[in-house]
Every structure is written in C-alpha cells, then in structure tokens.
C-alpha cells in the first residue's frame, strides 16, 4: 500500500468547526441589525414628539400675543376660540405630519397653562406627547405676556 506524502485539503472536523464560526457571526449580525433598526424607529418618533410638543408651545406663545392665558390656568389641554378657554381632558391625537384627527394619528398631545407664582405676566406651560402606550416626552418652558 503506498501512503500519500502531500495530504492537502480540509478535513471534515475543521470544515464544521470553520462553518459554526461563519454561522455564529452571521447569527450575530442578525441580531444586532435588527435591534438597530428597532432603536431607529424609536429614535425617529421621539425625535417627532419633541417636535409636536415645540409646535404647540408655539402655537400657545401665539396665542398668548392676542388673548390673555389667565382664563387658561388649571384647564387641561386649554384650547382658546374668541378669548374664552375651554378644557380638552383627552389632548389631541396628532400623526406624523402635526395634523389633528387623522386616521394615522399615533400620538397624543396633552399641555398645561398654569400662571407662575413668582413671576408676574408669566405661565408655566408644560406639553406632553406620548405614543407606544408607554414612551413619552414632555416640554416645559415659560410664556410672558
């Protein structure tokens, strides 16, 4: 029987061991890149949360040019129509884009107006946006008059 002297080639036991280490490192990947594009989704929408709560403090410092927020103290979600203020207990359900009321609403705005107690002709304003049932951001400022 003659014996091979040049034996060159894989042998079975390193070619699995070689596709276990390819596989885990693939399985690695997956899950990381998965991950990270869940994160991006959150990422996104709290980026547009804190633009819908600037939007509306905006809107309240408006407001606050014309009318008097004295009549908005204590009201949740005051809402302002010819200078008298009425409650919104729910907020607003807002999308993507700012607009009320839609069907691809997934946020809900909420905000407060409560006249500072140390500073005269200013208000605290506080705006909350939630979407997911458990993520949040909230915006607190001061509004003068």
Known sequence: MRHLKNNSGF??????IAALIVGAGMMAYIMSSGNISAQNAQSKK???AVSLAQDKVESIRN???????AGADGLASPTESGGTWSANSGGELVDEEGDTGGSGAIYTRT?????????YYFYAVSVTVSWDDNRSYTLDTLVSQ
């Open 11 to 16: 042998t079975l036991v390193e070619v699995i």
């Open 46 to 48: 709290k980026t547009q």
């Open 63 to 69: 407001t606050a040019l014309t009318y008097s927020l």
């Open 111 to 119: 905000w407060t107006i409560t006249e500072d107690g140390t500073l």
